[in-house]
């Protein structure tokens, strides 16, 4: 099979699949957590109630509200998200760059760390500088994320800022006084690249600074996974006889590791990376509510307190979508680096 | 008059190659192409051919591990291509398979006893006395009641063949089917084992199906030998015979390859040019047709007819034709 | 005749303590382990319970001194105590997350892996609906209906948690029913679910104990960041995630509330991971041969 | 002499004990001749070439013995000089093709890679992209040296999309360029077919005889052996336990191990009756005390179970055995 | 092996070292000001960096020791230059669910409402309780109380342009009661002439146009001329000029509405729920990004009533933060102006020992500088637990057979079990005062001389062992019940786990559970009539005993008595007397009577009426407090 044919393929499973999500989506945003408990405070009148039942749609039977949510969906009516104050498209739009931003901001940082770490670790296996970045990256799997945050929160915030040192910001993703001042016009949504392009170096650094802390949380969670599906592949590789080949044939030791083995031992990271990069797209809730970082991950936690129906629609959705995408990108990617993969 | 106990005729498997969007069948592998032969009672017939020849896959229809595309297997005298539930259970009561790796082939999590009781429990035999019978099964393969209670990491590798043997005989079969039965083992371990089995068909007269790459042991133990090439059979005659005057060109240039322990010998050794044609293109004409010394153009057009060459040996080639 | 299967036990035993005299670290994280496990038992004796299930709100935000070691959190609880009596509840839903899981994974990925075909089609499909739906979401609409209490979280936990077993279960399954001696007992005609369970299930098992073990730190993590996000119970129920997050407010003045709660995470986690990786070594057939 | 190996003793750690791989491995190579090192699973062969090429795994350790490779002890070099060596003077074609090259590499890569390092002409060209070239080109003509068919297009292909014998021509391809004066080939031929591996050693047989190569032909088919090389060594249990003219070791060996595996070789070439060895190969964690096949000799002696025999000569072969040398 | 047992030495001695480091320094005395932070801080500092030796430790540790001893080195007087004189920053909590006037019914949205909308009468300066015409120049109230004239101010532009006048005035409260939305404020305008029962109808989606059409040909409101309007009610309505002055009728431009969506009968402008542009106020929202919103000062502001507002700020930012720490950091570090600082964070800026035995404020010496804190300021805000007389299932939604809060006795105990004094003390440090009924402190009609509620816990245990025979409970065989809250509101959640706790305490067969439900969830149970008792809290919409003694204590119409199950037909009558009672001296005595029937009912523990501070740089100028302002009045503040 050629690879687009089975990548159209994955695309027929991948609408199947979304479905599938809308269903459960819709099932629960509707039946479990019944909307109307959003939209009915204590000062409502119970007369009121069927109209308010009636304006959302609520009367109708459960299939047909499905249909008219489908029809919704694709047509970009997503509703009004009460806990962003705004149409739930629109809060997309402000919030769903930031996240992005936030997640390359990590991701950049899992991978220039994680992945020399993980062949150190190799290379050096069963030495004392392997057992380090071993414990490094377990604890890195190990820590709960609200504690890191908090901890980074308060010992590269809080404290400078107590002492009078220069501080890093602990919230939001720019300062807004600054931004009041410099102000930068919304072209990709992403602050620091729109910003740079228009030239405008204060907001970039300031909207790196805001970067920094949130983005280190949610990269050091990650740096342990990369670290050592890094390491184990790359150790794996080592072992393999091909190694032997390019050793018994006379190659340089350096060329050896750092082209034959690494490429192999890449593949499995690749994979994993593109998996993580999808994963702090979507899962970045508890990082992004610390820092009150505006992001999606905050908005969905807000609207699930709040039953918010249409804005935890929009997330899972979005989130699904994000997920079933990257798993086709990633297998896609997998093909193109092992030319032993046929479809 | 001797019984054949298991009869395949015009054995054809085609395994599908699923592709496109829509996960259709966009091609077969062409494993196994109309194979006849037949084993007979108390005697082993072995099948040679080299990786990808449809040996292995001949012996799965056997047993029915896979279902044949199209032809029949017929044991002792009726016709089981087809039969399932109960008839299958009965069947394989009399038929069993030993298997290349005897490691893999053992559940590693299971000690001797118990792979062993569970077939005599599933089959409802020897009911109150398996344990004996178990014991006694150990004895035949030439292994002590201590035996049972280890697991297949904690046996050696002849030893697990043994383990392997007596469990397919604890149904107390009529034929066997030996898949490479000593491919993994050392060669002074091989011995061990081929002599086991040499030794138990003389006691209670199994029938073996021999798959094999190797000539040597083809010549060991077979009685009679069936040549395959691509899936086809090519040359099927006694061993013997089949070794004095061997008539495909691929019998004798195959026959001509196996290396010899003797360095006095010094023979003219036939080097085949080529290799083995994908399995994926259908056979229509003689499969050898490509690396054959002595090709002529009728070899490219049709498949060579069965020649018979009397006492049992057939052949298939259009140079005897 | 068992002794020889305890016999082959306390061989198996033997040769994985072997392994893991040889790395101190599995050791440690065992030790950590059954620190755990040992506070989680006995934790109700070491305190008193009812400690956890009272306020004394003059005695809040104490800081750690010789009468509350660790301080006070803002409700006026010893901290140790409530650290020590929040083990039980979070091995507790450790535990029960994994365990239900897996069986949930074992039943789903063993059908839809040994049968194949449709079945495993449509089984498969449904399972990553479960997988691409981002799985705290479902947590929270979950706790959030059905309301803080330990059961729930758990609900909610192995809700999310089982397709992830399940798909794997099934590619262990479609990898080992491919292997000899499943052919082998085919052949003998010993049944399909004997087959499923007897013989592929524990060789498809093992390899997922390092994966489940791992896991348990995984568990113990997810619940205490939905209890960080609200979603733990309630106040009188201690766990360490909304002990932790109970310090969120209090990070100026009383850093302490989250900070041993979070170590104890941190430990347990790392704990449970270190054995896992332990038991990598342990059950890898390359040490083994 | 060109290679002299001297009493090798070598180490695995692992986490089930110590595995005494290699218990005093000796023998002499000759130039231009080929010594076949026989032996089954486990005996130490491919350590041995392991050992030679210095490339046994981290946890392997040779604890004594000297490799001496044309009058140089190659367990003192430094890694740098070993890796010139292995590159331009001993090569080595490995046991399984399809495992042997890198899958994610095109042939081409790895080819020109091995040729650009070691090639003495390639090395001294400044101009890069010229140096391809000549690489390239110099493949192609290995290429057809071992008769692969469509050289330049194999060179474009994955590892993955050549059969295994065109794998193992590449190996030997790759082995050949580089001018070696020594060729381990690690059972270089055992995954092949029948036919294929006739094919395989007999271009290995041209290319000895056209370059008069000293071969160190590993491998358990004693036909191999017999067709390929003139001196046999066969090996059990980490040591060599006889060793001579192919002629004298196969037609009358004098060691009961050799004694024992012809006995137990099913052959084509003529009828016999088949006896197998007694007992299994020892585990190397805890080898048997003397001599290490005591437990499966007919002969053992009760010295067989205390000391390890020294090697003797025996009508022209060298046997470790206490039955010979008078003692 | 001797490399692994090194590293794992090492890492044991640093784990050792660190926590060992941070007990040391966390056992140091606790003396709640910054510096002590400081210190404790560094430990923690210590473990998350995870320093790698000894000495690097022992050296934090020091250097920790020391900074408590020092005290702030900073001498300057009051005067530090703010960096943003032009530019106001305060950080709050939460954003505005809408900015439109007509829909908004939360705190942050009003804020942004009254600092760029404004209305025809407002609160005098300081004053909770004097309204004044603010848009209008002066009113007339007909004889009958049923109809008021307004005279407009003359000259007043919107900020877009159109002039202000009385078809504005139309539009505006037209406009209100046509969205009527049922979770809106809308409701107020209830008194106006067919409103209440249009808005009804409209929010029942039975009204037609045809209705609409006819209600405003029943004149409501009269245009009589440019700038003369006139409001027809239904009944004579005291506290309608409170309403006048509440932001539902705040004025926007009719063009500019009607340039972005105009009026739809029962639905929400999308538009105008998301900007603030087009008022007459001193400010303007200009932007409302994500918890970020900027309001731009009016240029042309008209000046107010007294001709003398006139905003000094150019900018005000207002920033949602959710973190206290965050907000108190920002304030003191300069950059937000004003903070909230909740109570738990207070003891950071002010001194407790003073505050707590004299209640006066007084700002730490080290943050003096910078922060100025004011108040106590009393609130209309009141917390209380309910008890439901008649919980139901939620699910059956059959009255459950557990009924313990008809019994009085069980009621009584529960009030007694309140430890009070502690709550004020510990929890709530004094902002907060026990209120005496459902009518707060500081408005019309509270009476000082009504005895508060008394905290008794051996009463409490006396009351339920009688009680609990016969309500079917005993030590030997207990019962539990469930007390909610909502998630997130401190203050509610240590008042529920503090009565909890002490009913648990008691062992007299009632075990108290405490579960945390978020809002719609909790509301949902609520309206189930689920809820066996909870915690809540009353915030007024106008200043008017109006607003408590119905929510409280009407059985058919209170918000409460509807959901717990209590109804009083004499305490309805009363209250309904008490509305239309022009007479202050009477309707006192009827309040009176009202508050005692309900205090001795014992249906609501009544925890804490709270009281606000304020906190602000000390650079700010201008800022006053108005109990019934939703937030804070920018346009006569100024920095520097």
New interface residues.
């Given amino acids: 099979?050629k690879l687009y044919?089975y990548s159209?393929?994955r695309i027929?499973?991948l609408i199947?699949?979304?479905l599938?999500?809308t269903i459960?989506?819709f099932y629960?945003?509707r039946i479990?957590?019944?909307p109307?408990?959003?939209?009915?405070?204590?000062?409502?009148?119970p007369?009121?109630i069927?109209?308010?039942e009636?304006?959302l749609g609520l009367d109708k039977p459960f299939y047909i509200q499905y249909i008219i949510y489908l029809q919704d969906l694709v047509t970009f009516n997503w509703g009004?998200s009460?806990v962003?104050?705004?149409?739930v498209i629109e809060?997309l739009f402000?919030?769903f760059p930031a996240t992005v931003e936030l997640a390359i901001a990590s991701f950049i940082i899992i991978i220039l760390v994680g992945v020399p770490l993980g062949i150190i670790s190799a290379l050096k296996?069963?030495?004392?500088v392997d057992?380090?970045i071993?414990?490094f990256s377990?604890?890195g799997?190990?820590?709960?994320?609200?504690?890191l945050a908090?901890?980074?929160?308060?010992?590269f915030?809080?404290?400078p800022?107590?002492?009078g040192l220069p501080s890093l910001p602990?919230?939001?993703r720019v300062?807004?006084?600054l931004?009041?001042q410099y102000p930068v016009n919304r072209i990709t949504g992403l602050m620091i690249f729109d910003s740079l392009i228009q030239g405008n170096f204060i907001i970039a650094s300031d909207a790196l600074l805001h970067l920094i802390l949130p983005a280190m949380t949610l990269a050091f969670l990650s740096i342990g996974a990369v670290t050592r599906v890094a390491r184990s592949s790359m150790l794996e590789v080592l072992?393999?006889?091909?190694?032997?080949?390019?050793?018994?044939?006379?190659?340089?030791?350096r060329?050896v590791i750092y082209?034959?083995a690494l490429?192999?031992a890449m593949?499995p990271v690749t994979t994993l990376s593109g998996l993580l990069f999808g994963g702090l797209l979507?899962?970045a809730?508890?990082t992004e509510?610390?820092f009150?970082f505006?992001g999606m991950g905050q908005l969905?936690?807000f609207a699930?307190?709040?039953?918010d129906s249409y804005t935890?629609m929009a997330?899972?959705v979005l989130?699904?979508f994000i997920?079933?995408l990257i798993n086709l990108l990633v297998d896609i990617v997998y093909a193109k680096?092992?030319?032993?993969i046929k479809? | 008059m001797v019984t054949e106990v298991v009869k395949i005729e015009n054995l054809t498997k085609h395994f599908p190659i699923v592709?496109?969007?829509?996960?259709k069948t966009?091609g077969y592998v062409y494993a196994v192409n109309d194979v006849t032969m037949s084993v007979r009672e108390g005697e082993t017939h072995g099948l040679v051919g080299e990786s990808g020849s449809g040996k292995t896959t001949v012996g799965r229809i056997i047993v029915k591990l896979t279902n044949p595309t199209s032809g029949r297997i017929i044991f002792d005298g009726e016709d089981i291509t087809r039969v399932k539930g109960e008839a299958l259970r009965n069947y394989r009561r009399k038929v069993q398979m030993v298997f290349q790796d005897p490691y893999a082939s053992m559940n590693p999590r299971m000690t001797v006893k118990s792979a062993l009781l569970e077939v005599m429990k599933i089959h409802s035999m020897h009911k109150g006395s398996e344990y004996e019978y178990a014991t006694k099964l150990m004895e035949r393969v030439g292994m002590s009641e201590e035996h049972l209670y280890r697991y297949p990491h904690e046996l050696s590798g002849g030893q697990r063949q043994r383990v392997v043997i007596a469990r397919a005989l604890s149904v107390e079969p009529k034929f066997i089917v030996l898949d490479e039965p000593t491919a993994s083992l050392d060669v002074s371990v091989q011995a061990q084992v081929l002599d086991l089995l040499k030794e138990l068909q003389k006691q209670y007269s199994y029938s073996y199906l021999l798959i094999t790459h190797n000539l040597a042991i083809i010549k060991y133990i077979s009685h009679r030998t069936t040549v395959m090439y691509r899936g086809v059979w090519v040359e099927t005659a006694p061993t013997q015979e089949l070794f004095k005057n061997p008539q495909h060109p691929y019998t004798i240039a195959l026959m001509s390859a196996v290396p010899v322990p003797d360095p006095t010998l010094r023979r003219e050794k036939i080097i085949l040019k080529g290799e083995p044609p994908n399995p994926i293109e259908k056979v229509v004409a003689c499969p050898f047709q490509d690396r054959c010394p002595y090709v002529m153009d009728v070899c490219r057009e049709k498949m060579p007819p069965d020649t018979d060459l009397g006492s049992e040996h057939l052949v298939r080639c259009w140079l005897r034709a | 005749m068992k002794s020889r299967q305890t016999r082959m036990f306390l061989m198996d035993l033997k040769f994985a303590l072997t392994l893991l005299r040889k790395n101190k670290?599995v050791v440690s994280g065992f030790v950590m382990v059954l620190f755990f496990i040992f506070l989680a038992l006995f934790g109700d004796f070491i305190v008193d319970p009812n400690i956890a299930k009272s306020v004394d709100y003059p005695n809040a935000l104490k800081p750690p001194s010789w009468e509350h070691p660790f301080g006070t959190d803002d409700n006026g609880r010893d901290i140790v105590a409530m650290v020590v009596l929040a083990a039980k509840y979070d091995l507790a839903i450790a535990l029960s997350v994994i365990l239900a899981s897996i069986g949930v994974g074992i039943l789903v990925g063993s059908v839809s892996g040994y049968f194949g075909g449709i079945i495993d089609e449509v089984i498969m499909?449904?399972t990553?609906?479960?997988?691409?739906?981002?799985g705290?979401?479902?947590a929270?609409?979950?706790a959030?209906?059905l309301g803080r209490s330990f059961t729930n979280l758990m609900l909610a936990l192995i809700i999310v948690w089982w397709s992830g077993y399940a798909r794997i279960m099934r590619g262990q399954f479609i990898s080992e029913r491919e292997k000899p001696y499943v052919a082998a007992a085919k052949i003998l005609s010993v049944p399909s679910w004997r087959i499923i369970f007897r013989h592929i299930l524990p060789n498809a098992i093992y390899p997922m104990l390092v994966v489940l073990t791992m896991d348990m730190?995984g568990v113990i993590?997810t619940a205490?960041?939905l209890s960080?996000?609200?979603l733990g119970p309630s106040p009188f129920e201690p766990e360490w995630?909304s002990l932790?997050?109970r310090?969120?407010v209090y990070?100026?003045q009383a850093?302490w509330i989250?900070f041993f709660p979070?170590i104890m995470?941190?430990?347990a986690?790392?704990g449970?991971?270190?054995v896992g990786?332990g038991l990598r070594d342990v059950l890898d057939p390359r040490l083994r041969r | 002499m060109l290679l002299s190996v001297r009493d090798l003793i070598v180490e695995f750690y692992t986490y089930r004990g110590i595995v005494h791989a290699l218990n005093g491995v000796s023998f002499d190579l000759d130039k231009g001749e080929v010594l076949g090192l026989a032996g089954e699973t486990g005996s130490g062969k491919s350590v041995t070439a392991?050992s030679i090429?210095r490339?046994l795994?981290?946890n392997a350790k040779i604890v004594s013995g000297k490799i001496v490779f044309d009058g140089v002890d190659l367990l003192e070099l430094s890694?740098e000089k070993m890796?010139?060596?292995?590159?331009?003077r001993i090569?080595?074609i490995?046991q399984?093709p399809h495992?042997?090259?890198?899958?994610?590499?095109k042939i081409e890569r790895?080819f020109l890679?091995?040729l650009k390092?070691?090639d003495p002409e390639i090395k001294a060209l400044e101009n890069k992209k010229e140096a391809e070239r000549i690489a390239f080109e110099k493949a192609v003509e290995m290429l057809k040296k071992v008769k692969m068919p469509a050289p330049e297009r194999v060179l474009k292909m994955?590892p993955?999309e050549l059969s295994g014998g065109m794998k193992q021509r590449v190996?030997l391809a790759?082995?050949y360029s580089?001018t070696p004066d020594l060729i381990i080939a690690d059972e270089a031929t055992t995954a092949l077919d029948v036919t294929i591996q006739a094919q395989v050693l007999e271009i290995m047989k041209e290319l000895q005889k056209e370059k008069n190569l000293s071969v160190l032909l590993i491998t358990h088919d004693l036909g191999v052996i017999a067709e390929n090389c003139q001196k046999a060594a066969i090996m059990y249990a980490g040591r060599v336990v006889e060793i001579g003219d192919v002629k004298k070791v196969l037609i009358s060996p004098k060691h009961p191990y050799t004694q024992g595996l012809l006995k137990a070789l099913p052959r084509t070439d003529k009828e016999v009756e088949l006896v197998g060895i007694p007992g299994t190969v020892p585990d190397l964690v805890n080898p048997p005390t003397g001599c290490a096949f005591n437990l499966r000799c007919p002969y053992a002696k009760e010295i067989c179970r205390t000391k390890v025999p020294p090697y003797t000569l025996e009508e022209g072969s060298t046997v470790a055995c206490y039955l010979y040398g008078g003692k | 092996m001797r490399?692994?047992s090194?590293?794992?030495l090492a890492?044991a001695v640093i784990v050792l070292v660190v926590i060992v480091g941070a007990v040391a320094v966390l056992m140091q005395p606790p003396t709640p000001t910054?510096t002590t932070?400081?210190t404790t801080?560094?430990a923690?500092?210590t473990?998350?960096?995870t320093s790698t030796t000894i000495t690097t430790t022992t050296a934090t540790t020091t250097t920790a020791t020391t900074t408590t001893v020092t005290t702030s080195p900073t001498t300057t007087t009051t005067t530090i230059k703010p960096p943003?004189p032009d530019?106001l920053?305060q950080e709050t909590i939460g954003?505005?669910?809408?900015v439109d006037p007509a829909v908004d019914y939360e705190t942050a949205g009003g804020e942004i409402i009254m600092n760029v909308y404004e209305t025809l009468m407002w609160y005098d300066g300081e004053s909770a309780t004097k309204v004044i015409p603010w848009l209008a120049e002066s009113y007339q109230m007909s004889a009958d109380g049923k109809s008021y004239t307004f005279t407009l101010r003359k000259g007043i532009k919107f900020h877009d342009g159109t002039p202000f006048n009385a078809k504005a005035v139309n539009y505006s409260i037209v406009r209100a009661i046509l969205i009527a939305d049922?979770?809106g404020p809308a409701?107020m305008l209830g008194p106006l002439k067919g409103a209440e029962e249009l808005m009804?109808s409209i929010?029942?989606?039975?009204a037609t146009q045809d209705d609409v059409a006819a209600w405003l040909a029943s004149k409501p409101i009269e245009v009589l001329d440019e700038y003369t309007v006139r409001m027809n009610l239904d009944y004579p309505y005291s506290p309608w000029l409170s309403v006048l002055a509440y932001t539902v009728t705040a004025i926007v431009s009719p063009t500019y509405v009607e340039a972005h969506g105009g009026i739809v009968v029962?639905e929400h402008n999308?538009w105008m729920?998301?900007h603030a542009e087009a008022g007459t106020g001193p400010y303007i929202l200009k932007s409302?990004?994500?918890?970020?919103l900027?309001l731009v000062r009016n240029d042309a502001y008209w000046g107010g009533p007294k001709g003398n507002i006139k905003p000094v700020l150019k900018?005000v930012?207002i920033?949602g933060?959710?973190?206290a720490?965050?907000r108190l950091?920002d304030l003191?570090?300069g950059?937000a102006d004003f903070a909230y600082v909740p109570v738990t964070h207070i003891d950071q800026l002010i001194d407790m020992t003073t505050w707590f035995n004299e209640k006066k404020i007084v700002v730490k010496p080290e943050v003096a500088d910078k922060v100025r804190v004011t108040g106590p300021y009393e609130t209309f805000n009141l917390d209380f637990i309910a008890f439901n007389l008649n919980i139901k299932d939620e699910i059956t939604k059959q009255p459950a057979a557990f009924q313990p809060f008809r019994d009085i006795r069980v009621r009584k105990a529960f009030v007694y079990a309140f430890d009070i004094d502690q709550y004020l003390r510990d929890v709530v440090k004094y902002f907060a005062i026990q209120p005496n009924g459902p009518v707060p402190k500081g408005m019309f009609g509270y009476n000082p001389s009504i005895p508060t509620q008394q905290y008794n816990l051996t009463k409490a245990k006396e009351l339920l062992l009688q009680a609990g025979p016969d309500l079917g409970f005993s030590p030997q065989n207990p019962k539990t019940m469930t007390l909610y809250y909502n998630?997130g509101n401190l203050a509610r959640e240590k008042a529920a786990l503090l009565i909890a706790s002490a009913i648990n305490s008691l062992n007299v067969g009632l075990v108290i559970q405490v579960v945390p439900l978020?809002?719609?969830?909790f509301?949902?149970k609520?309206?189930a009539r689920a809820l066996p008792f909870f915690v809540l809290g009353w915030a007024p919409d106008y200043v008017d005993p109006d607003d408590y003694l119905i929510p409280f204590g009407h059985g058919q119409k209170g918000?409460f008595p509807i959901?717990i199950g209590y109804n009083n037909p004499e305490l309805n009558t009363l209250i309904e007397q008490q509305a239309v009672e022009a007479d202050p001296v009477k309707r006192q005595a009827i309040i009176d009577q009202i508050v005692n029937t309900l205090n001795s009912e014992y249906i609501y523990l009544w925890t804490a009426q709270a009281t606000a501070r304020h906190v602000e740089r000390t650079w700010v100028k201008g800022w006053y407090y108005n109990p019934a302002y939703p937030g804070n009045y920018f346009a006569t503040i100024s920095k520097g």
């Fill in positions: 099979m044919e159209i393929r027929f499973l199947f699949v979304l599938g999500v459960l989506t629960l945003s479990v957590l019944n109307l408990g959003a939209y009915v405070t204590e000062r409502t009148r007369e009121a069927p109209a308010i009636k304006r009004w009460r962003a104050h705004m149409p809060a402000y919030r296996n069963n030495s004392v057992h380090a071993r414990i377990l604890t799997i190990s820590i709960p994320v609200f504690w908090l901890t980074l929160q308060y010992s915030s809080y404290l800022k107590v002492a602990s919230n939001g300062d807004a006084l931004y009041q072992r393999q006889d091909y190694i032997s080949t390019a050793r018994a044939y006379g190659l340089p030791e060329m082209k034959y490429k192999n593949i979507a899962g809730i508890i509510s610390i009150a505006p969905t936690v699930i307190s709040s039953n935890i997330f899972t989130a699904s997920y079933v680096l092992d030319p032993r479809y | 592709g496109g969007i829509l996960q966009i | 670290l499909r449904i990553d609906i479960f997988l691409a739906f981002p705290l979401v479902l929270m609409a979950i959030t209906v730190g993590l205490a960041g960080f996000i609200g995630g932790a997050s310090g969120a990070l100026f850093p989250i979070g995470i941190l430990f986690c790392l449970f991971n270190l990786d | 392991f090429q490339l795994p981290a890694e890796r010139e060596i292995r590159g331009q090569a080595t490995f399984d495992t042997y090259l890198n899958p994610v590499f790895q890679d091995v390092y070691n994955y993955h190996l790759m082995a580089l | 490399g692994i090194r590293t794992i890492v910054i932070t400081t801080t560094t923690t500092t473990t998350a960096t943003n530019t920053v954003e505005p669910d809408y049922p979770n409701w009804y929010q029942d989606g039975v029962g999308e729920d998301r409302w990004e994500p918890n970020v900027t900018t930012i920033k933060v959710a973190d720490n965050t950091l003191l570090k950059d998630t978020d809002w719609p969830a509301l949902a609520q309206r918000t959901v």
